[in-house]
């Protein structure tokens, strides 16, 4: 299967592409701009694709729901940064896609784990979206809590990034995986800046099929694993939030993992 990757600009202008079969990389020796993105392109879908599209972020597994797919090149334009120093900076770059082997795809994985989520719906997945998200910061947007960082000793600028509630009472997260897959164990990594956050005491998950499961969270900063009766499932909401009665405001979350496996190529 042919895979190209191209740099454009504001979605229309080919900067610089590159075709490949099966894989293919892109070298770029100048500074991005403002609404730049990376555009994936492959000629059947569905596809598994493991993209990396800047040395200072890990690469990530996605599915694309459709033949194209566009990642916004992120720019610090905020107080806060959820990336590492230097990432989508300076002049020379250098990003890769290529197709996923059957063994990376059949494994029993962190399905919800995506380094490259947006914030806004990109048919690539897993994606996250909340109801509530602190402020409009970027260092709390519900895609922090699937990035895979797990720092949780304080807030804000990397690796502290999370899903900020902006201690809206009915605030929930969705986790999208745009198909159906095996699910059967979830961790939850509070995070733990005391005494300046809260915690929630019980949590529930809504699953697709119509399931529900509640857990019950310790205020530790170690992650807390629940095994849960095996499901097939196409999405899954964090919700039902329980406050600890203490006299912080802010519980949040830095991570949440689904352990289970794709049902299908």
Known sequence: MSIKLSLVHNSTDVEKERIGVNSTYLAYQSQYKLNDSYRVEVDQVPAYVVVQLDAAIRPALIYLATKQ????????????????????????HYATARLATTEEIATQTNLSFNSYDQHDESNAYPHASANA????????????????????????????Q????????????????GRKVNVNRIGIVLRGDYPHDSYWKQVSVYFSDGSKETFALQKIAEEQFFDITPRQIEWLRLDDLKKDEDSSTFPAL??????GHNLAK
Request: aromatic share 20%.
């Open 254 to 259: 830095t991570e949440i993992e689904v352990f």
């Open 133 to 160: 998200e602190t402020r409009g910061e970027y260092v709390f947007y519900a895609k922090n809590a699937i990035d895979g960082i797990v720092a949780n000793a304080h807030h804000g600028n990397y690796p502290f």
């Open 162 to 177: 999370s899903w900020g509630i902006n201690a809206q009472a009915d605030a929930y997260l969705q986790l999208d995986f």
């Open 69 to 92: 797919w566009e990642y916004k090149i992120p720019f610090n334009l905020q107080r806060e940064w959820p990336y590492p120093d230097g990432a989508f900076q300076g002049r020379n």
